[in-house]
Each structure stands twice: as C-alpha cells, then as structure tokens.
C-alpha cells in the first residue's frame, strides 16, 4: 500500500515539475518575442485591410487570378514605398533641423565647438 502511495506520488510530482517547466519556459520565450509584437500587429492589421479589396479585383479579373494578386502586391508595395518615402523625408527634415540647434548653440556659446 505505502509503496503504491509513493508511486502516485512521485508521478504528480513530476507532472507538477513539467508543467511548472513549460510554464517558465513558455514565460521565458514570451519574454524573448516581445520586441516582435508590435510588428506581428501591424502585420495582422495590414493583413485585414488589403484583405477586403481583394474580392473586388478577383472579380474584375475573373479569367486570369493572377493579375488580381499582382494588383494587390504593387498595391501593398507602392503604399509601403510611400509611406517609407515620407518617413524618410521626415527624418532628414529632423536631422537638418538638429544640426542648425546645435549650430545656433555653439555660435551662441551655449555648447562650445571642438
């Protein structure tokens, strides 16, 4: 009987020690995918709004299906290539700006030149 109790016991013990394992593990690697989330987000989010053309255009080219899909891939990547245009533009806009500041500073005297 004492010997049947220490099995079962011993069998929850390891089943409670696994289970505590994967529970730290998977916290572990949530941990080192966290950077990722807010792309994967914007991922599914972009993901949902070219979802919903695509539709439309598969049933205005009905005969040739592909034609729909490279419509909506030079949609996506002229959309992204704008976007990354004006992004772009805007942080060489914020860089020029920083350098006439420091420029101001230093003929200012509030920063000294090397």
Same mark, same amino acid.
């Given at each position: 009987?004492?010997?049947?109790?220490?099995?079962?016991?011993?069998?929850?013990?390891?089943?409670?020690?696994?289970?505590? /394992?994967?529970?730290?593990?998977? @916290?572990?690697?949530? !941990?080192?995918? /966290?950077?990722?989330? @807010?792309?994967?987000?914007?991922?599914?989010?972009?993901?949902?709004? /070219?979802?919903?053309?695509?539709?439309?255009?598969?049933?205005?080219?009905?005969?040739?299906? /592909?034609?729909?899909?490279?419509?909506?891939?030079?949609?996506?990547?002229?959309?992204?290539?704008?976007?990354?245009?004006?992004?772009?533009?805007?942080?060489?806009?914020?860089?020029?700006?920083? !350098?006439?500041?420091?420029?101001?500073?230093?003929?200012?005297?509030?920063?000294?030149? !090397?």
């Amino acid at each position: 009987m004492d010997a049947a109790i220490r099995i079962k016991n011993e069998k929850g013990t390891y089943f409670s020690r696994l289970y505590l /394992f994967i529970t730290f593990l998977s @916290i572990y690697l949530l !941990y080192q995918i /966290f950077p990722f989330f @807010i792309v994967i987000i914007w991922a599914i989010l972009l993901a949902m709004i /070219f979802l919903s053309p695509l539709p439309k255009t598969s049933a205005s080219f009905e005969e040739k299906g /592909f034609l729909s899909a490279l419509l909506m891939t030079l949609l996506v990547l002229l959309i992204n290539r704008i976007a990354f245009t004006l992004l772009m533009a805007s942080l060489a806009n914020e860089v020029v700006n920083g !350098y006439h500041r420091v420029e101001e500073m230093i003929n200012t005297g509030q920063v000294q030149a !090397y």
